[in-house]
């Protein structure tokens, strides 16, 4: 079955410098890929997605790139903030199944 | 809109005892899925419904069912509760049709004891 995995499991950066998350996949049929914040208590929120038809997106300082012939997805965070600390997490969907195989989460730590 | 609401948020129960949790999806939103949080493990696959059908199914005992009603809010039940149960309980709900994103509900804490 899909197998998703994510590294590194925790990372620390200094507030202002920017962050890295890695994931691959292992089904070549997953379309979608969602990326989910979790902070302490509540639940995971979907933070930016990118479709197995485009390579990469941004929304203000949060990017997503995808290579589908590696099958690996990373994130990216720019100018990272304290509130920025929290599990993220990737996620594969292949779109047959209709269900999200996740990464084992990163911890992030912002350093003020 | 309203969002994803799971109830209860908490709940203790023992060993052998069931359970039975509840989910109402955003509204027009057809497909609810259900995940087991826990440190150990991560995020885990239970199952997925669509117009009141089970779609999906995870890698998880018997134990753990659930179903979708009309309006498409929907339950998951374990009977015969085990200590390795204990877990946050998570679900989500998209449109279903493989074109859109899931929203995750605020989930219910289960400890058995």
């Known amino acids: 079955g899909e197998n998703v995995e994510q590294h590194p499991s925790t990372l620390s950066v200094q507030e202002g410098d920017s962050a890295v998350i890695k994931c691959t996949y292992s089904?070549?049929?997953?379309?979608?890929f969602p990326w989910y914040k979790q902070e302490l208590g509540k639940r995971p929120q979907l933070i930016i997605d990118?479709?197995?038809?485009?390579g990469e997106k941004k929304d203000q300082r949060i990017a997503v790139t995808l290579n589908k012939t590696a099958k690996h997805f990373s994130l990216h965070i720019t100018e990272t903030q304290p509130e920025d600390s929290a599990v993220y997490f990737c996620?594969?969907?292949?779109?047959?199944?209709?269900?999200?195989?996740f990464g084992q989460g990163t911890r992030l730590t912002i350093n003020p | 809109k309203a969002g994803v609401t799971q109830t209860p948020r908490y709940l203790i129960k023992t060993r052998g005892q069931q359970v039975t949790l509840s989910c109402s999806p955003i509204?027009?939103?057809?497909?609810v899925s259900w995940y087991q949080q826990t440190p150990g493990q991560g995020l885990q696959f239970l199952f997925e419904?669509?117009?009141?059908?089970?779609?999906n199914k995870g890698n998880f005992p018997g134990r753990f069912s659930g179903r979708q009603f009309s309006n498409s809010r929907s339950e998951m039940n374990v009977s015969t509760l085990e200590l390795g149960d204990s877990a946050l309980y998570l679900c989500?709900?998209?449109?279903?049709?493989?074109?859109?994103?899931?929203?995750f509900g605020s989930g219910t804490r289960l400890t058995v004891v």
């Open positions: 989500a709900s998209s449109q279903g049709t493989g074109r859109s994103g899931y929203t």
């Open positions: 089904d070549s049929a997953s379309n979608y």
């Open positions: 990118i479709r197995s038809n485009v």
């Open positions: 996620a594969a969907h292949a779109g047959g199944a209709q269900k999200l195989v």
């Open positions: 509204s027009g939103h057809r497909s």
């Open positions: 419904y669509f117009s009141e059908t089970q779609r």
